[in-house]
């Protein structure tokens, strides 16, 4: 059976007005169980990641910082959340949730956390919303336990996965992959082993013309015995953040490309969710809804 994970503490509570859209954490699997797409025994609740996992990947000093609560004003601007107990919790019980994903993977061929795709996050800081990366995290979990030896990171979110680049630029057992908006946030990119940076206003033909010309041959060419799928639906055209304009449909043709072609060449996939800020949360929920539809009908 396919797993997914999730926790009541993903959905942080948040200063009112605040951009980042917590419901979506409560109204995905809420709606996946109303509508008979899943059931509560394809759920589970991770625990929080244990500090000698995190340190795999997460330099020592802030991870510390980062538990005390010792964050500087500046630092939780650049992150844009304000600290507390609960927010480092959340991130824990988050990263833990994308290693216990790939865990299951190696299991059932796939597995997603409804929460993750955190990758803004660096060693030795976070932003964006990130403060621990946890496929980061996963990945160096898995190549120190010797459950993989080649990974890919296709990272689709509309924002270049910087601090995965620079996390990994010297890991040559995962190789990096983000399409992202070329003008978009990070305004000041790193080098990911292959960076595709779209113009302002790429719609869907086009995104899929580059995504059916580059991933079938980079999987032949990387040949990961596992990948991780960072799925944000930040591409829509709705959305105030991402300059794209790729439809729903778009965005559940790209899932279910990558999807298919994974499951094609037998490689376990998880999937993390990533960005997406469309003024009406019904667009982000249908969106990543349809990722977890199309990943239950290849692999549940």
């Given at each position: 059976m396919l797993k997914i994970a999730h926790s009541s503490i993903y959905a942080h509570p948040l200063p009112e007005g605040h951009r980042f859209p917590m419901l979506k954490y409560e109204l995905i699997p809420e709606q996946l169980l109303y509508e008979g797409s899943?059931?509560?025994?394809?759920?589970?609740?991770?625990?929080?990641c244990a500090a000698?996992?995190?340190?795999?990947?997460?330099?020592?000093?802030?991870?510390?910082?980062?538990?005390?609560?010792?964050?500087t004003a500046s630092e939780q601007?650049?992150?844009?959340?304000?600290?507390?107990?609960?927010?480092?919790?959340?991130?824990?019980?988050?990263?833990?949730?994308?290693?216990?994903?790939?865990?299951?993977?190696?299991?059932h061929g796939c597995a997603l956390n409804v929460a993750g795709g955190t990758h803004h996050a660096f060693a030795d800081r976070g932003e964006g919303f990130c403060l621990l990366n946890d496929m980061a995290v996963a990945a160096n979990y898995m190549l120190h336990r010797n459950l993989a030896?080649?990974?890919?990171?296709?990272?689709?979110?509309?924002?270049?996965?910087?601090?995965?680049a620079k996390l990994m630029e010297?890991?040559?057992?995962?190789?990096?992959?983000?399409?992202?908006?070329?003008?978009?946030?990070?305004?000041?990119?790193?080098?990911?082993?292959l960076d595709i940076g779209l113009e302002d206003g790429a719609a869907g033909p086009e995104y899929?013309?580059?995504?059916?010309?580059?991933?079938?041959?980079l999987v032949d060419k990387v040949q990961p015995d596992f990948v991780f799928y960072l799925s944000g639906v930040d591409v829509l055209?709705?959305?105030?953040?991402?300059?794209?304009?790729?439809?729903?449909?778009?965005c559940k043709q790209r899932d279910k490309f990558v999807l298919d072609l994974v499951h094609k060449h037998k490689i376990p996939v998880t999937v993390a969710l990533g960005g997406g800020y469309s003024p009406d949360i019904k667009d982000i929920v249908e969106a990543h809804c349809n990722t977890f539809r199309l990943a239950l009908d290849l692999f549940d």
């Open positions: 899943i059931t509560e025994s394809h759920l589970f609740a991770p625990e929080k000698e996992d995190i340190l795999l990947t997460h330099d020592e000093a802030y991870f510390q910082r980062l538990i005390g609560q010792q964050l601007r650049v992150i844009g959340f304000p600290q507390s107990e609960q927010l480092t919790n959340r991130e824990l019980v988050i990263t833990q949730g994308t290693i216990d994903c790939a865990l299951f993977a190696l299991e030896k080649k990974i890919l990171i296709i990272d689709l979110d509309v924002h270049q996965g910087n601090g995965t010297n890991t040559a057992e995962v190789f990096t992959f983000s399409v992202h908006g070329k003008n978009n946030y990070p305004f000041r990119k790193e080098t990911s082993d899929m013309e580059m995504l059916e010309t580059t991933l079938p041959g055209a709705t959305d105030k953040l991402g300059k794209f304009k790729l439809s729903l449909e778009d």
